[in-house]
């Protein structure tokens, strides 16, 4: 049950986001003897494909992870992943400890930080600050935004320096015209 106040709407819509229902690695143990450890790391891939990864979420916010612990051993410390959002809308309104760098590759919008409104455009790099509430937004109602975003995650997750919080969900239903919109791989 929900509390007093709380929009019941987003705890449903929590249930649906898979990253917080399975468990995951943040931190893997890196132990044995320093040589094996070492060769180990050393023989790791160098590239990683993006389009082997599926994107998830929908129906106007789609994500997929590239670099994190689960899916590499050669970096601990952070992060990248490819996040899209439909044409005409916006994703969740968030806030974590770690910073963030985001490299816009499409599209054009504007982001809040914490009130302020910062202005961006394919090929703009935008800087989300240590425990700033954000939120991204597409003003194109006919192309998809497309980020590429890097973060140190792992590592404030490691020291335990934890925060990481929706303030409001992305909508549930597509903007008109853009119901079936799902993002080029």
Not at 132 to 150: M, S
Request: charged share 30%; aromatic share 12%; glycine share 8%.
């Amino acid at each position: 049950m929900a509390e007093e106040g709380t929009d019941t709407s987003a705890v449903v819509d929590k249930e649906k986001w898979e990253r917080w229902q399975k468990k995951r690695v943040f931190v893997r143990e890196v132990s044995g003897k320093y040589a094996e450890a070492f060769r180990e790391l050393l023989e790791q891939p160098r590239v990683y494909k993006s389009k082997e990864k599926p994107f998830k979420g929908g129906p106007v916010k789609f994500g997929k992870n590239v670099i994190n612990p689960q899916a590499t051993n050669i970096t601990q410390a952070i992060e990248s992943h490819i996040d899209v959002i439909a044409p005409g809308s916006h994703g969740q309104r968030h806030g974590h400890m770690n910073s963030a760098v985001f490299y816009i590759l499409e599209g054009k919008g504007y982001d809040v930080h914490d009130g302020e409104r910062y202005d961006w455009k394919a090929g703009d790099a935008c800087i989300v600050e240590n425990g700033c509430v954000h939120q991204h937004f597409n003003t194109d109602q006919n192309r998809p935004a497309r980020f590429l975003i890097f973060k140190a995650k792992p590592l404030f997750l490691f020291f335990n320096i934890l925060f990481q919080k929706v303030v409001e969900y992305p909508p549930t239903e597509p903007p008109p015209g853009w119901e079936n919109f799902k993002p080029e791989e």
